[in-house]
């Protein structure tokens, strides 16, 4: 069975657009007031936590912090994807919006699988180059 979770005019779509705007919006203003420590023993990633190695995601968290703030330059140096990927989330939830409000058909499912992919391969072989 096919489930939506759109009315016919496209409401429901366009609902859920704005909410999760606005919860990115009082996520990043949560992220620009948190000040994290950068011990790994307070850190929130299990793998630097726990075994003391770097994920690759490892600094994703701060980066994003500093990006909040407007620290390209540190942000950047924490981790060399939070710009593309922040930029990347920007995309997708703008490209929602098209759809939504102009009430399209909403893309195939297949370029969010692709694009996830591509987002881990991605991750991996910087995570290879920054060891």
Request: aromatic content about 10%; charged content about 15%; proline content about 5%.
């Amino acid at each position: 069975m096919n489930v939506r979770a759109t009315t016919t005019d496209g409401s429901g779509s366009r609902a859920a657009w704005v909410v999760a705007g606005v919860l990115a919006a009082v996520g990043v203003a949560a992220l620009a007031s948190w000040v994290p420590s950068g011990d790994p023993s307070t850190s929130v990633c299990v793998s630097r936590r726990v075994f003391d190695f770097e994920c690759p995601t490892c600094g994703m968290t701060r980066a994003a912090t500093a990006l909040a703030r407007g620290d390209l330059v540190e942000a950047t140096r924490l981790h060399p994807l939070i710009v593309p990927l922040a930029l990347e989330a920007l995309g997708v939830w703008l490209a929602w919006g098209w759809f939504a409000w102009r009430r399209l058909p909403a893309p195939s499912g297949r370029w969010v699988v692709r694009l996830a992919v591509a987002n881990v391969v991605v991750f991996v072989l910087v995570w290879l180059l920054r060891m």
